[in-house]
């Protein structure tokens, strides 16, 4: 497909659009950026709910979103695209599709935007000035409360000016309450995976406890995907550099926080089997990057939520912690993986060297 059908067949979505008088609260942005196909999407409000305490005095005023999403196929590998998905410069926007070969790249790590949207809206505008990314990934906690249909809207508003521009690669967390909202506005599944070059990237869900609403599912659910994580590790060795993302670290620099993920340290032997490059994580309100048995561990949840203080760093493994906000800008050239971790001043916090 090239670019011309494209914009034919998303015109031909902004004039339904228009029809309908649908309100654009969200987008456009794209996910699943394959070599050969992406979805490009974007979220409008169709009415609203009323709601409140007394029958007599519905007194909160509920956004009603739904996702709108056009799938484009056949696209050319390690290619840039543009589109128009809604009228108006605000429908434009562009992506780039995965090469299926050896590349040079660069990526975007950040989590944990879900309050302070002042601040989240710095972080994404330090990305903009300081990162020109191929896509995002981003380690959960987008909102607050991702049932909550109203701070999608403000989620989106921050991030418009990067979305449009690149591809994103979300992960849950708690705070999505695994709620069918983020599943709508996002196309995503639990757990996935995807090539860009020659690296791999595996996503999971690493919020058990909102993962189903018994003891027995929530345990069959994480068997399930431990499964999964390791079918999909086992193969990726062609891979040059393998990443996983979830939400939840396996360690943490955070005092009340050490110890309790044990479903995640869980994991850590086979990180270290099928040689993870590297562990990309949020949930924790700061930055932490750690190295064990040849394994990264990086903890970037400096996306606006409230900052957690780092009192105590594990012994013998801890590279880098401070308390700040922060995000990851990591350069693949060839056999390398530069790893920098940026506060939304520029100011560098740390650089690492992943691979060879």
């Given at each position: ?300 949840g400096g996306g606006g939520a409230p900052l957690y203080d780092v009192d105590t760093p594990p012994a013998g493994i801890t590279q880098k912690v401070e308390s700040t906000e922060n995000f990851l800008v990591v350069r693949v050239v060839g056999g390398k993986a530069i790893v920098q971790a940026i506060k939304p001043t520029g100011e560098k916090i740390e650089s690492a060297q992943l691979g060879q």
């Amino acid at each position: 497909m090239n670019k011309i059908l494209i914009a034919l067949l998303l015109s031909a979505a902004a004039r339904t659009l228009s029809a309908q008088a649908e309100q654009v609260v969200g987008g456009p942005y794209v996910v699943q950026a394959g070599p050969r196909a992406a979805t490009v999407m974007w979220v409008v409000e169709t009415g609203k709910a009323a709601v409140g305490l007394d029958p007599g005095r519905l007194d909160k005023a509920v956004p009603i979103l739904r996702s709108r999403q056009i799938v484009l196929s056949g696209l050319k590998p390690g290619s840039t695209y543009y589109y128009q998905s809604f009228a108006g410069e605000a429908g434009k926007g562009s992506f780039k599709t995965a090469p299926t070969t050896a590349a040079n790249f660069e990526f975007v790590v950040y989590g944990d935007t879900r309050t302070r949207h002042d601040v989240h809206r710095t972080v994404i505008e330090g990305v903009l000035k300081y990162a020109n990314p191929d896509f995002i990934v981003h380690t959960g906690d987008l909102v607050e409360d991702g049932a909550d249909a109203s701070l999608w809207p403000i989620f989106f508003n921050a991030e418009r000016e990067l979305l449009r521009k690149t591809a994103f690669y979300p992960t849950p967390g708690n705070h999505e309450r695994n709620a069918g909202e983020y599943y709508d506005l996002m196309s995503a599944k639990p757990y996935y995976s995807f090539d860009w070059g020659q690296a791999h990237f595996s996503l999971i869900d690493s919020d058990l406890p909102n993962a189903a609403p018994t003891e027995f599912e929530r345990e069959a659910f994480w068997r399930e995907q431990t499964q999964w994580l390791e079918n999909d590790l086992k193969n990726s060795q062609n891979a040059a550099f393998r990443f996983v993302a979830a939400h939840h670290p396996p360690m943490t620099a955070v005092t009340r926080r050490q110890g309790q993920n044990p479903h995640m340290t869980a994991l850590e032997p086979l990180f270290e089997k099928y040689k993870v490059t590297a562990g990309l994580f949020g949930h924790d309100h700061n930055y932490q990057h750690y190295l064990v048995r040849g394994v990264h561990y990086f903890i970037t949840g400096g996306g606006g939520a409230p900052l957690y203080d780092v009192d105590t760093p594990p012994a013998g493994i801890t590279q880098k912690v401070e308390s700040t906000e922060n995000f990851l800008v990591v350069r693949v050239v060839g056999g390398k993986a530069i790893v920098q971790a940026i506060k939304p001043t520029g100011e560098k916090i740390e650089s690492a060297q992943l691979g060879q």
